[in-house]
Each structure stands twice: as structure tokens, then as C-alpha cells.
Nanobody, 125 residues
Framework: VKLVESGGGLVQSGGSLRLSCTAS????????VGWFRQAPGKEREEVSC????????NYADSAKGRFTISRDDAKNSVYLQMDNLKPEDTAVYYC???????????????????WGQGTLVTVSL
């Protein structure tokens, strides 16, 4: 049972990357999923999450208008499209299962018990 991230890399400021999170050993459609990141010397912070059932999404203020989370249940995957990247987006990005939520009961991105190993995103000036 694990999550595997991919798609990180080095990109110039203003560029784009698409991160993927694929589940192995369990069915990701039955879980809400979130993206988190941790920059060097900083605490982990939430970026975005998507519900299991009705597609409700949450975004951190830093991600709103630039990042888009989506899921493809047929591929057992969740994605994070990141556009207009900035140097302050540099971090290791992790996907994780989160407590499920929906439009009526939206408590944000609360990590559950399964994490990926992370993928490094570096944004240069």
C-alpha cells in the first residue's frame, strides 16, 4: 500500500509542471487526496486537496489561481497542475490520503495515514 509521486523537476519562474500521484495496492477512488509541500528549513504546509465523492477542492491561498488539482479514478491517480511557478514554490511535494470531505462538510486537508515519498520541485529565477 503506497502512493508514488512523479513529475517534479527544475523549471524557470513562470513555467509549469504537472505532478502525478498514483496509488499502488489500494483503490484511490475511495479516498480523498491532498498535496502538501515542505521547503528547506520550513514546516510542511498543505497545498490542495480533492474529495472522494463530489469533487470538492481546497486550495491554499498561495496556490489559488495557479494550481489545479484533479483526479482520474480510472488511472488510480491524482494530479496537481502547477502554472506560473515562482521561486517560493520550491519544495518537496508530497501526496497523501486525507480525511474525506464534501461541499457540506469541508474541514480542509487533514492528512490521514498514507504518504508518498515526495518529488522535488525547484523553480529558478
Amino acid at each position: 500500500v503506497k502512493l508514488v509521486e512523479s513529475g517534479g523537476g527544475l523549471v524557470q519562474s513562470g513555467g509549469s509542471l504537472r505532478l502525478s500521484c498514483t496509488a499502488s495496492g489500494f483503490d484511490l477512488p475511495y479516498y480523498a487526496v491532498g498535496w502538501f509541500r515542505q521547503a528547506p528549513g520550513k514546516e510542511r504546509e498543505e497545498v490542495s486537496c480533492i474529495s472522494m465523492s463530489d469533487g470538492t477542492t481546497n486550495y491554499a491561498d498561495s496556490a489559488k489561481g495557479r494550481f489545479t488539482i484533479s483526479r482520474d479514478d480510472a488511472k488510480n491517480s491524482v494530479y496537481l497542475q502547477m502554472d506560473n511557478l515562482k521561486p517560493e514554490d520550491t519544495a518537496v511535494y508530497y501526496c497523501a490520503t486525507v480525511m474525506n470531505f464534501n461541499r457540506e462538510a469541508n474541514w480542509g486537508c487533514i492528512p490521514a495515514d498514507t504518504w508518498g515519498q515526495g518529488t522535488l520541485v525547484t523553480v529558478s529565477l
